[in-house]
């Protein structure tokens, strides 16, 4: 559709304003680029900062909600917080309880626990066990005398601030909270709304690590991937995971081998790999404790070393953008 509209712009531009137009708005679309690995450990974080401090007008988005880090890097400040309820929680209304017993012959997860006897009666009344309740809401549609409410339940906080590098988004969740996927889908759609608002031309997003509900969450819809891993045999296999995982979105991933030297032959099945399956490696970064040391000093590592480590990455990003460029769907 983009290809018919640009063909008919060339041939005739007089009469065509309006077309022009929805092609600078097409220019201009936000590209939403995730790093993410198969586990954590891998510098994904110091490379999303460093990714930061590299981008001219870009918004972050810190996804991996479950451990975030990247605010100790880049020491946002908060500018607006909001309270996130993603799920609910069984309540029994004990007025209302008759003691049938109902819900906690239904409850799979056993989060119905004893709570005294009714007045004058041998009944037991009932309690939600709050950790062992996995909202299903299954107690709630059985109890006869609907003596049970799905509450929702707060499991952490958003927050919209800014740091050095511009508008960043990031998140908490509540300690043994659930609904990880939920928060981050929160944490992209604010990252969107802000980089739409401000004309930003990258939101870069720090995924969780891993396959699960909150990885899926932080890549589906996404330009690219650029997935972040270190040559290790436990390394190779989270990567073809994870390359798996973006090729079932249909988003097309990269990659980045940090620590190349710890291990240059796993680094080169890693190539090998890649190039097997059309993946390009955007470039190997090699060890060094400047990782560290930057991170203890809340610097990227562009602020903190502008020797070879710093050009590695920059190096990386370079290749990132021309992969946007050379995209399918990309128009430039
Ligand atoms: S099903 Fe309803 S009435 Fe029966 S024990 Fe549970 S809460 Fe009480
Ligand atoms: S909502 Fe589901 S998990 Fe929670 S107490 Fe009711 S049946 Fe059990």
Partial sequence: MIAVVLV????????????RIDIQEIKRKVKEIVVISGKGGTGKTSIVASFASLAQNAVLADCDV???????????????????????????????????????EMCRFEAIIEDGKLKNQDSNIYKIDPIGCEGCGVCAY????????????????????EMRYGPMVH??????????????????ENAREIARK???????????PGVGCPVISSI??????????????SGLSDLKRVEKL????????????NKWDINPSISEKICDYCDKHQIRVLGKIRYDNAF?????????????????LADEIKSVWGRLQQQLIELPSAIQ
């Fill in 8 to 19: 008919v712009a060339a041939m005739n531009p007089v009469n065509i304003d309006h077309v």
């Fill in 66 to 104: 479950d451990a975030a880090d990247l605010h100790l890097v880049l020491d946002p400040h908060i500018k607006r917080s909001q309270d996130f309820y993603g799920g609910k929680k069984a309540y029994i209304d004990p007025e209302k309880c008759t003691g049938c017993g109902m819900c906690v």
């Fill in 142 to 161: 059985f109890c006869p005398v609907t003596a049970i409410t799905m509450e929702p339940q707060k499991n952490g906080k958003l927050f919209i601030s």
């Fill in 171 to 188: 998140a908490k969740l509540g300690i043994a909270e659930e609904n990880t996927g939920k928060l981050v889908a929160l944490v992209r």
């Fill in 198 to 208: 401000e004309g930003a031309d990258y939101i870069i997003v720090d995924g969780p």
């Fill in 220 to 233: 589906t819809g996404a330009d690219i991937i650029l997935i972040v891993t270190e040559p290790t045999v």
């Fill in 246 to 257: 973006a090729r079932h979105f249909n988003i097309p991933a990269t990659v980045c081998i």
């Fill in 292 to 308: 560290t040391k930057a991170q203890i000093m809340k610097a990227t590592i562009p602020e903190y070393t502008s020797g070879y």
